[in-house]
């Protein structure tokens, strides 16, 4: 928190201080490729590369650096008393890249574009429960919801749901048209992308005068495209080449906490992760502390007691502690009835590089308990198709989401995602009344709750939340340290 | 003569063909589809059919091999799976960079290993042989991802000299890649310096033991003489074929050195086609990289044959 606040004095004092530079110098950063020839600019699809996207337009609400909802393109919001409707106030004098206002209609056309079946958008569930959205007038927009919601705003600061102009669905994939603080120059998601300042951002004109998002596909090239000094910034870096920034005088490093989380998810309606007390034995006999150290190192990451909300989110349950207990998972076991233990098998793959040392880790820990763990290494190639969801356990990971959606998305009954095949009315009622609940603290305590009755009942055994390592050249300043979403790229300089 | 090649010809039509049936077989043995690796946690039900029809991949491995390989008898490649562009532009593109970087190391490595290869067979055994001998020798033994790696450490990190990777796209003209360039060609140098470089070598002490090279020096022929006019022409003929396998390795078996340097060519595209499970680019590729294997070794006979006569006599009395 410290570091944060320095940050942000930091940040503030040099905004000041340079309030009316010109842009100037180039930032560059690289993406990897992973859609291929898919690779779109439409915010809201399949292929989309948010390295670029991100840059190029806003949202409605934004993440605040709290974690908290932040206004963006909506200057203001509220909600009548049940949370079923919320009325969005638009900022001013916004204008699109290609010189345009930016009106109410914008955003309803974006948003009711997304809801359309036919445009075929991941993000459709998102935000499913908005039934009606409507412009009031040019600069207030009105949605209307299905069941209370507390938390829309803070949905609606999901990185894929940007603002596009009316009508530009069908063009969007390559003009990338929209407010933000750069505007496309050029794309080209298998060579160099090119954005430029975009000098009438709503915020101020960036500190930069052009970013240069360079497709590297191979992992390694592009950790040597950040020592070598083609690229500034690189998220995702290993313990190991921490170790080689840390030592460089040309590189520096920020370690930020997300809630991207590793883990392994038991089918929950088939036998004998049926029965709660299996499902809680299995988790318990876990030395956390120790499987993260061999997993990420004892300090990439940060474990709790399965919950899948992230330790940087508001919701966070933090009071829970669950220290390794195997004479607990023996009894449950025992209550169960397997007084001599289980056998299980676990499928892992090297879709996620780091889940074999997870399975080993798993097998050890909870020999003692009497589960008895075999291994099988299967393909990465159609792992999420033939193994996920299909086999009785597996591992398993995601990226980071808000704790309502993580939730949801994942323990809901019924939920497309739902890995687990976890089914409790008891919890979904704990969901909905945290929607309802409009007032922050009491919402705070529904989903802590509700963290807790996975911890008791759940069947998915959370490894830890990924701390990542950001590594970057010593030319860059002031790039916020959170995770990249909420990153605020006008204020972000480089010096030469 | 022309019978030999007709049927050179067609036994390496029929070795492409093959090819092909193998390279459809085996990517449809892989689990998973173009519809699963595009959808990843989404391909399940009505959205994962709804692609294959799209993709036209619900239909039966057969009729799908046979209509692509009479589009490709006609010389149509067909479309990419993913973005429905023409793989001929696609593939184009790539196969130009392929060649460039082919081209630039065969400039740079084969005049270089053919010079050290006359150098160590004329001073066989002395110490700049085994210097030199046991050098390339250890630069071919070194994996391309390793010497990959210390040159970018050395050249691109430490002292700053060169890029690392290239960043230009697969479309960009031949200057873009400089000087990019220049670190991929030298790791393919080192590779296929020996080879070329102990053909040469062998042959060159070979020719020197020859009854005419003797009769030369008996003769009283100037060593210079003796070398440019008697011993080079003769001991370079073996080369050649070596020189054919390099050429092909290097339009297609660069696949590690495109990927570290993250180059746009050939091979890379192969990879990141063979993972996103586009079956018609891949099909183009592999047809594209046997017709050149089987192009350039039916050249390098020939050539072998024109320069030699006694390969032709030989053969046509044998037959």
């Known amino acids: 928190m410290k570091k944060l606040l320095c940050t942000l004095a930091i940040a503030a004092l040099s905004a000041t201080s340079i309030a009316h530079a010109q842009p100037k110098g180039t930032l560059r950063i690289s993406h990897e490729i992973g859609f291929g020839d ?90 499913a429960m908005i039934t009606e959205i409507d412009a009031v007038d040019a600069t207030t927009v009105r949605m209307k919801l299905g069941q ?55 915020e101020g004109a960036p500190k930069v005068a052009r970013i240069e998002v360079i497709g590297i596909s191979d992992a390694q090239a592009r950790v040597q495209a950040l020592l070598g000094g083609q690229i500034d910034i690189l998220p995702g870096m290993t313990r190991q080449q921490r170790t080689l920034l840390e030592r460089s005088n040309r590189h520096k490093v920020q370690r930020i906490d997300t809630g991207n989380w590793r883990g392994i998810v038991f089918k929950s309606d088939s036998k004998p992760f049926d029965d709660a007390r299996v499902r809680k034995a299995l988790r318990m006999a876990v030395d956390r502390p120790a499987m993260l150290a061999l997993a990420a190192g004892a300090d990439g990451g940060v474990v709790g007691c399965d919950t899948p909300v992230g330790p940087q989110d508001q919701y966070r349950a933090t009071q829970q502690s669950c220290p390794r207990d195997v004479a607990g998972a023996k009894a449950l076991l025992a209550q169960a009835g397997f007084p001599n233990g289980i056998d299980i098998e676990v499928l892992t793959s090297t879709v996620e590089a780091v889940w074999p040392t997870i399975a080993e880790a798993y097998q050890q820990q909870v020999a003692e308990a009497g589960i008895r763990v075999k291994i099988t290494q299967v393909p990465t190639d159609g792992y999420w198709n033939q193994v996920w969801r299909k086999r009785d356990v597996v591992m398993t990971r995601w990226n980071d989401r808000p704790a309502d959606s993580a939730l949801n998305e994942i323990y809901r009954g019924g939920a497309t995602w739902n890995e687990s095949f976890f089914n409790d009315p008891k919890f979904d009622a704990l969901l909905d009344a945290a929607r ?45 340290a959170v995770e990249t979403f909420t990153i605020r790229w006008h204020l972000v300089r480089v010096t030469d | 003569m022309l ?52 993709l036209g991949i619900d239909r ?55 010079g050290l290869g006359i150098l160590t067979g004329l001073r066989r055994d002395g110490a700049a042989d085994i210097a030199i001998s046991t050098a390339t020798i250890f630069a071919m033994t070194i994996p391309e991802f390793v010497s990959a790696t210390v040159l970018i450490f050395v050249f691109s ?28 060609m030298v790791v393919l140098t080192m590779v296929m310096t020996a080879h070329i470089l102990r053909t040469v070598r062998s042959s060159v002490i070979e020719v020197l033991a020859s ?28 080369a ?70 006694r390969f032709r006599t030989l053969r046509s009395r044998a037959r």
């Open chain 2, 240 to 309: 050649i074929n070596v020189i054919a396998l390099t050429i092909a390795w290097l339009l297609g078996g660069v696949v590690v050195v495109e990927k570290v340097f993250n180059y746009p060519g050939l091979g890379n595209y192969m990879i990141d086609s063979i993972s996103d499970r586009d079956l018609p680019v891949v099909q183009a590729i592999a047809l594209i990289l046997a017709a050149v294997y089987v192009g350039v070794n039916l050249a390098a006979d020939m050539l072998g044959m024109l320069l030699n006569p």
């Open chain 1, 148 to 202: 209370p919601f507390a938390d829309l705003p803070l949905q609606l600061t999901d990185y894929r749901l940007m603002i596009i102009p009316k009508d530009s669905g069908d063009t969007i994939k390559t003009t990338g048209i929209g407010t933000g603080p750069f505007k496309l120059e050029r794309f080209d998601p298998r060579g160099t992308s090119v954005l430029v300042a975009n000098d009438a951002y709503f």
């Open chain 2, 157 to 184: 990190i430490w002292l700053g000299w060169v890029p690392g990777i290239v960043t230009a796209s697969a479309s960009s003209p031949a200057s873009a890649f400089f000087p990019g360039i220049v670190l991929p």
């Open chain 2, 211 to 238: 009854d005419y090279v003797q009769m030369a020096i008996l003769k009283g022929v100037p060593y210079r003489r003796l070398v440019l006019r008697h011993v080079l022409p003769n001991a370079l003929l073996p």
């Open chain 2, 60 to 114: 039966p491995a057969l009729p799908r091999y046979l209509e692509w390989a009479a589009g490709a008898v006609r010389g149509d490649l067909g479309v990419s799976a993913h973005n429905g562009k023409p793989i001929s532009t696609l593939v184009g593109d790539r196969l130009k960079n392929t060649l460039l970087l082919a081209a630039c190391s065969l400039a740079l490595g084969v005049p270089l290993a053919i």
């Open chain 1, 38 to 127: 898919a690779s779109s600019l439409d915010p809201s699809s399949r292929g989309r590369v948010f390295q670029v996207t991100d840059k190029l337009m806003s949202r409605l609400v934004r993440p605040g650096l709290d974690g908290k909802p932040a206004p963006d393109l909506a200057a203001s919001w509220s909600a009548n008393a049940t949370a079923t409707e919320w009325t969005f106030k638009l900022r001013a004098n916004v204008k699109f890249h290609d010189g345009k206002a930016l009106t109410a209609d914008d955003v309803v056309y974006t948003l009711r574009r997304i809801q359309d079946p036919k445009t075929d958008s991941p993000v459709r569930p998102l935000i």
């Open chain 2, 3 to 54: 019978r030999l090649i007709l049927r050179r010809l067609a036994l390496g039509l029929l070795t492409v063909a093959l090819v092909s049936a193998m390279i459809f077989a085996a990517v449809e043995a892989l689990p998973g589809d173009a519809c699963t690796a595009i959808l990843q946690r989404d391909a399940s039900g009505q959205r994962l059919d709804n692609c294959r029809r799209e």
């Open chain 1, 436 to 480: 309802r609940e409009l007032d922050f603290d009491k919402r705070k305590a529904l989903y802590v709750q509700a963290q807790d009755y996975l911890w008791e009942h759940g069947a998915t055994l959370v490894a830890y939340h990924v701390t990542d390592n950001v590594g970057s050249t010593t030319r860059v300043q002031d790039l916020d």
